[in-house]
């Protein structure tokens, strides 16, 4: 038998075994010699999670998203749950539908009937922030971009102090409002802020921890609000209206739910993941009421955070965890997430160099170095069509020695990682899915997910393989995934706008 026929059939056998397993990845094996495959396997196996696996994730997850929602035990929770007080979804009518329970003042997010003018979002979730300018129009139930400019953070500001990273966020907003010649107006603010906080009103806000590689001292355990009004006033040339406090996925629910108004869950898999989904009011034991339903920030990316994956993580992702900013926190996303992806594929490239199974053995300055092997390397190194080239152009730029094989490995390598992130987060999101339909008492649920974040949008496998495995892991629910246009900047304005108008229904009550 040749070596091209021994090839093909193991590639036929590890495919036939990864079917069994419910595995919908999609895996290069062709180019790679028999005996080097079977190597390779070896390191890659611990990272191939089979559908059972993945459905015991579910059930752990499934477990802490009810101890998050407790009144007593959400303190200790891995998955936080955070309350968010948007009460609904858009119905895209323009009427409004207010809460069914108390009479109170949070905000009604089928509320479509918004406040019409002009506003300013802030999106703030990883090293870069934007600022927005955008119109509501009443007669369209539409919200308009008129303008946005992005600004990087540095990456000593993201490790200083908070006054700093408050202060150049502030010094960003005012040349954006000077440059649309705004600075005289006084418009509200939607503030996306895309960290774990634990919201107390819509226009106030407590950070739990930092994540996504920042640090800034004296931050946690303060309101995120104040400290951007206090570097505003600070500066003393312009002001801001009301605020009102976002998370990125009740944006991205919120901009997806008026073009779609089945749109229910709001997720991000970018620099870091997360999800929202609207939750019985019942089941949320730290708010009052029974009747209607809440968004809930659910925060999963600290799910594992006790422990509970402990199963499933590799020697890679410990040390990912124990040489970042914030061991210990976030077991979920650094499985899962852009920022850290890229450095769990570095790491295995490393180890298999150093074993000799790659480029003969030797490595290089570069792919020894913490960072270098970048996620938006994977998505390159997977295109279809001009994936191996790119891996050769890749391998070149880190200064290593290849060759033909050594590049399709490190394609292996990279299918590999990404579609375990994409399976976890398909079991994430099973869980959410399944709890709505159960909660509901429904056979069969039909709903939709608005998406966002860089891995999603621009990696050639992802989405699909996301997608195939939820069908696998909630086969009564009908997923619809809907990609967010601008999501979380115009979400924050739209949850603004309701907030303006809730809140002079509740003056004039």
């Known amino acids: ?284 034991k730290r708010v009052e009421g029974e009747d209607g339903r809440m968004c809930i920030n659910t925060e999963w990316g600290g799910f594992g955070d006790d422990g509970s994956l402990k199963d499933i993580l590799t020697e890679f992702d410990e040390v990912v965890d124990q040489t970042s900013i914030n061991p210990g926190v976030h077991t979920f996303e650094k499985m899962i997430s852009g920022m850290y992806l890229g450095e769990i594929v570095r790491l295995l490239l490393v180890k298999m160099a150093e074993d000799k199974l790659l480029f003969k053995g030797e490595t290089s300055e570069a792919l020894l170095t913490p960072g270098q092997f970048e996620t938006k390397y994977i998505s390159e190194i997977e295109e279809p069509d001009s994936g191996l080239e790119n891996a050769q152009k890749i391998l070149t730029a880190l200064g290593l020695n290849w060759d033909p094989v050594d590049a399709c490995v490190v394609r292996l390598v990279c299918d590999t990682i990404s579609s375990r992130s994409a399976r976890l987060c398909a079991a994430a999101l099973a869980t959410i899915s399944n709890r709505i339909r159960v909660n509901r008492g429904l056979d069969h649920l039909k709903t939709t997910v608005g998406v966002d974040g860089t891995v999603y949008r621009k990696h050639p496998n992802f989405s699909e393989e996301l997608q195939a495995a939820v069908r696998l892991l909630a086969p009564k629910c009908d997923i619809t995934f809907l990609v967010s246009e601008d999501g979380s900047g115009k979400g924050a304005a739209m949850v603004t706008a309701v907030a303006q108008r809730i809140a002079l229904h509740c003056w004039l009550a």
């Open 1 to 284: 038998m040749s070596n091209m026929e021994a090839n093909s059939n193991n590639s036929i056998q590890i495919s036939k075994k990864r079917k069994m397993s419910g595995d919908t990845s999609t895996l290069h094996l062709d180019g790679i010699p028999l005996d080097t495959l079977s190597e390779v396997e070896k390191y890659l196996e611990p990272f191939r999670l089979s559908l059972e696996k993945l459905k015991e994730v579910s059930v752990r997850l499934k477990k802490d998203l009810i101890r998050g929602l407790g009144k007593h035990s959400h303190h200790r929770a891995a998955v936080k749950m955070l309350p968010t007080f948007v009460r609904a979804t858009p119905d895209g009518t323009g009427r409004a539908t207010r809460s069914q329970s108390r009479g109170d003042c949070n905000i009604p997010y089928r509320d479509s009937s918004i406040e019409k003018g002009d506003y300013l979002a802030l999106d703030l979730g990883g090293t870069n922030f934007r600022v927005l300018y955008v119109r509501v129009v009443e007669e369209q139930q539409k919200v308009v971009k008129m303008d946005s400019k992005i600004c990087s953070i540095p990456q000593e500001m993201m490790l200083g102090t908070g006054e700093q990273l408050f202060d150049h966020i502030a010094q960003c907003l005012g040349e954006f409002l000077e440059s649309q010649d705004l600075k005289g107006q006084t418009l509200p603010l939607g503030f996306t802020f895309s960290f774990p906080c634990e919201q107390k009103e819509i226009d106030k806000s407590i950070l739990i921890r930092w994540t996504k590689g920042f640090s800034c001292s004296g931050v946690e355990g303060q309101d995120v609000v104040k400290l951007l009004k206090e570097a505003i006033h600070r500066r003393g040339d312009y002001d801001i209206g009301s605020v009102a406090m976002v998370n990125d996925t009740v944006g991205t629910m919120m901009s997806c739910g008026y073009r779609d108004q089945s749109c229910e869950i709001g997720m991000i898999i970018g620099t870091g993941t997360n999800a929202c989904y609207m939750e019985e009011i019942k089941n949320v």
